[in-house]
C-alpha cells in the first residue's frame, strides 16, 4: 500500500523504545521525506503539488519547535502569557468536522477587475514568507533574553503576537493548498470544459481592457432542479412595503446547533434586499436527521438482515463519497452537511462545508449556487508544465456576490431572476408533462415558450419546444428551433444532445418523434 503524503506526521522517538518499533518510525520518516518524489506515473500537478506539501510539513514542523523554545523561556520569565500561545489543533477534514463561522466583516477594498492566478509556485511564495516570519521571530527570541528585565517583558509581548501572526499565517496557507487541490484536479480531469471557459476569460478580459469599451454584460441562467422545492409568499406589511419572502427547506445532519444556526443567520442576513416599496428575502426551515438515522433509517419494523444490524454512520473525521451521502437525503428539500476538504456543492442541492474558517458572505455566495446561480466570476487555467496548472480567475463585477465572494453583495436582480426562474421551473414541468405524459405538442409548445419569453436562452425549454413543435405536426416551425439548438449544443460540448439533434436535422422530412 502506498503511503499518501496528505497523512504524514512528524515522527518523534521516545526514550527506551524499542529497536524495531524504531526501525519502524525511520521507516515512515523515511517513506514521508520521499513524498517529494511521487510515483513517476503521476500527473505533474500531483508531483508539483507533493513537494508543496513538504514545505508546507516543514513550516509546521518549524513552527513546533518555535512554540516549544517559546514555551520554555515564557516559564522562566513571563510564565502568565503561556495560555496565549497555545497553538491550535491542526485542520483536518472529514464528517461532522466542521468550520468556525467568523463574525461578518466589512468588505475589502477592491481595485479594477483583473486577473489573479494561483499555483503551487504562488503556494510556495507563501510558505517562504512564513518562513521569513518565523526566522525573524526565532532571532528576537534569542535577543530577549539578554535584554534587561524591563524591556524583556515587552519583548516577549511583541513575540507572542508574532506567533499568533504566524500560526493565523499557517491557516491561510494550509487553506490555499487545500484549494489549490480541488481546482488543479478539476482541470486534469476536463481539460475541454477548462478551456472553453479559458477562451470566455480571454474575450471578457479583453473586453474590459479595451478602452472606451462598454461594461460587458454578465447575465446568468439559472438552473431549475433546486428550486422545485422552494415557495415564495407575497404580502404587503402595515408600512405598505411589499414583502416578497422566498421559503428554501433545508436538511442537515449536522450534529452542532450553534453551526447550523449561524449558518442560517447567516443566509437570511445576506439574502434581503429592499428596493423601494419592494423588500425581497429569503427564510430557511432546517429539518435535522441524525446521522443514525440518515444511515440506518427506520420504516417502523425491525430488521433482521446483517446490513441493518451492522449498519451505521460514518465516524467523525471519517473521508466519504460526497455524492453518495447527499444522495441519502430525502429529496424535497436543499442539503447542508460536512465532509469535504474544500467547501462545495454535492450534486444539485448539496452544499458541503469543509473545516476551514468561514465567513458569512462567502457562505451566501455558495447557497446561490442551491439556488441555481452560476458563478459569474470567470476561470481559465494556464498549463506550467511540471509546475501543474496557474489557475486564473477574473473578477468582473464586485458588487455581484456570484461574481465576487468576497465584497459582493446580494442584489435585487438575484431575487427578481429567482422569482422568474420559479415561474420557468412552473412552465417546463408542465411542458414535460404535457409533452410525454399527455402527448399534447401543441399545449407544451405553448409552455416552452413561456419559459422562452422568460428566458429566451433557456437549453432545456428550446430542445423541448423544437420536440413539442415535431410532435403537433409543425415541422417547418420547428426546424428553425432545432438549428438554434443545434448552435447551443456545440457552444456547451454536449455531444448527446448534438446526435439528436443533427439526426433530425438530416432527415427534414422526417420529423423528429417524442422520445427525449
Given at each position: 500500500m502506498r503511503l499518501s503524503c496528505r497523512s504524514r506526521r512528524r515522527i518523534v522517538v521516545a526514550p527506551n523504545v524499542p529497536p524495531h518499533l524504531i526501525i519502524a518510525a525511520l521507516l515512515f520518516s523515511v517513506t514521508a521525506a520521499a513524498c517529494a518524489q511521487a510515483a513517476p506515473s503521476d500527473p505533474s500537478y500531483v508531483i508539483r503539488g507533493h513537494q508543496t506539501e513538504v514545505r508546507q510539513q516543514e513550516l509546521q514542523d518549524r513552527l513546533e519547535r518555535f512554540h516549544s523554545a517559546l514555551a520554555g523561556q515564557l516559564r522562566r520569565h513571563a510564565r502568565d502569557l503561556l495560555p496565549q500561545i497555545e497553538p491550535p489543533p491542526p485542520i483536518v477534514y472529514g464528517y461532522q468536522i466542521l468550520p468556525r463561522i467568523?463574525?461578518?466583516?466589512?468588505?475589502?477594498?477592491?481595485?479594477?477587475?483583473?486577473?489573479?492566478?494561483?499555483?503551487?509556485?504562488?503556494?510556495?511564495?507563501?510558505?517562504?514568507?512564513?518562513?521569513?516570519?518565523?526566522?525573524?521571530?526565532?532571532?528576537?527570541?534569542?535577543?530577549?533574553?539578554?535584554?534587561?528585565?524591563?524591556?524583556?517583558?515587552?519583548?516577549?509581548?511583541?513575540?507572542?503576537?508574532?506567533?499568533?501572526?504566524?500560526?493565523?499565517?499557517?491557516?491561510?496557507?494550509?487553506?490555499?493548498v487545500d484549494y489549490n487541490w480541488h481546482w488543479q484536479r478539476q482541470i486534469f480531469s476536463n481539460r475541454p470544459l477548462f478551456n472553453r471557459l479559458h477562451a470566455r476569460l480571454e474575450e471578457v478580459n479583453a473586453q474590459i481592457a479595451a478602452p472606451g469599451s462598454p461594461a460587458p454584460s454578465f447575465g446568468a441562467t439559472l438552473g431549475i432542479n433546486a428550486l422545485d422545492f422552494a415557495s415564495v409568499a407575497d404580502a404587503v406589511d402595515s408600512a405598505g412595503v411589499h414583502q416578497h419572502v422566498i421559503s428554501v427547506p433545508f436538511y442537515t445532519d449536522i450534529s452542532d446547533a450553534?453551526?447550523?444556526?449561524?449558518?442560517?443567520?447567516?443566509?437570511?442576513?445576506?439574502?434581503?434586499?429592499?428596493?423601494?416599496?419592494?423588500?425581497?428575502?429569503?427564510?430557511?426551515?432546517?429539518?435535522?436527521?441524525?446521522?443514525?438515522?440518515?444511515?440506518?433509517?427506520?420504516?417502523?419494523?425491525?430488521?433482521?438482515?446483517?446490513?441493518?444490524?451492522?449498519?451505521?454512520?460514518?465516524?467523525?473525521?471519517?473521508?466519504?463519497?460526497l455524492a453518495a451521502h447527499a444522495a441519502r437525503f430525502p429529496p424535497g428539500a436543499a442539503v447542508v452537511t460536512s465532509g469535504a476538504e474544500s467547501m462545495q456543492i454535492a450534486g444539485p442541492r448539496a452544499l458541503v462545508l469543509d473545516a476551514h474558517d468561514q465567513v458569512p458572505r462567502t457562505l451566501a455566495h455558495e447557497f446561490g449556487h442551491i439556488l441555481g446561480f452560476p458563478d459569474a466570476y470567470l476561470r481559465g487555467y494556464k498549463d506550467l508544465g511540471a509546475d501543474?496548472?496557474?489557475?486564473?480567475?477574473?473578477?468582473?463585477?464586485?458588487?455581484?456576490?456570484?461574481?465576487?465572494?468576497?465584497?459582493?453583495?446580494?442584489?435585487?436582480?438575484?431575487?427578481?431572476?429567482?422569482?422568474?426562474?420559479?415561474?420557468?421551473?412552473?412552465?417546463?414541468?408542465?411542458?414535460?408533462?404535457?409533452?410525454?405524459?399527455?402527448?399534447?405538442?401543441?399545449?407544451?409548445?405553448?409552455?416552452?415558450?413561456?419559459?422562452?419569453?422568460?428566458?429566451?436562452?433557456?437549453?432545456?425549454?428550446?430542445?423541448?419546444?423544437?420536440?413539442?413543435?415535431?410532435?403537433?405536426?409543425?415541422?417547418?416551425?420547428?426546424?428553425?428551433?432545432?438549428?438554434?439548438?443545434?448552435?447551443?449544443?456545440?457552444?456547451?460540448?454536449?455531444?448527446?444532445?448534438?446526435k439528436t439533434v443533427r439526426a433530425r436535422l438530416s432527415s427534414a422530412d422526417a420529423p423528429f418523434g417524442s422520445q427525449r
Open positions: 467568523l463574525p461578518p466583516a466589512p468588505p475589502a477594498p477592491h481595485g479594477q477587475p483583473q486577473v489573479v492566478s494561483f499555483s503551487w509556485p504562488d503556494c510556495d511564495n507563501h510558505i517562504a514568507a512564513a518562513m521569513k516570519h518565523l526566522a525573524q521571530l526565532e532571532s528576537d527570541l534569542a535577543k530577549v533574553a539578554a535584554q534587561p528585565k524591563r524591556q524583556r517583558r515587552a519583548g516577549y509581548e511583541a513575540i507572542v503576537a508574532g506567533y499568533k501572526k504566524a500560526l493565523e499565517r499557517r491557516r491561510i496557507i494550509d487553506s490555499k450553534q453551526v447550523v444556526e449561524s449558518f442560517q443567520r447567516a443566509i437570511e442576513s445576506y439574502w434581503r434586499v429592499r428596493d423601494g416599496e419592494n423588500e425581497y428575502r429569503i427564510r430557511l426551515t432546517i429539518s435535522t436527521i441524525t446521522p443514525e438515522d440518515l444511515y440506518c433509517p427506520r420504516n417502523g419494523k425491525a430488521s433482521t438482515s446483517p446490513a441493518a444490524i451492522n449498519c451505521g454512520p460514518p465516524a467523525r473525521g471519517a473521508h466519504i463519497d501543474g496548472f496557474s489557475v486564473l480567475e477574473l473578477v468582473p463585477d464586485f458588487d455581484d456576490i456570484m461574481s465576487s465572494p468576497g465584497v459582493g453583495s446580494v442584489l435585487t436582480r438575484h431575487f427578481t431572476m429567482l422569482l422568474d426562474a420559479m415561474q420557468v421551473g412552473t412552465f417546463l414541468r408542465a411542458g414535460l408533462a404535457q409533452l410525454y405524459e399527455q402527448h399534447d405538442g401543441n399545449a407544451a409548445a405553448a409552455s416552452f415558450r413561456r419559459v422562452l419569453a422568460i428566458n429566451p436562452e433557456h437549453y432545456g425549454a428550446t430542445l423541448q419546444l423544437a420536440k413539442a413543435l415535431d410532435q403537433a405536426g409543425k415541422s417547418d416551425e420547428a426546424l428553425p428551433v432545432w438549428q438554434k439548438m443545434l448552435k447551443m449544443a456545440e457552444a456547451a460540448g454536449d455531444h448527446e444532445t448534438l
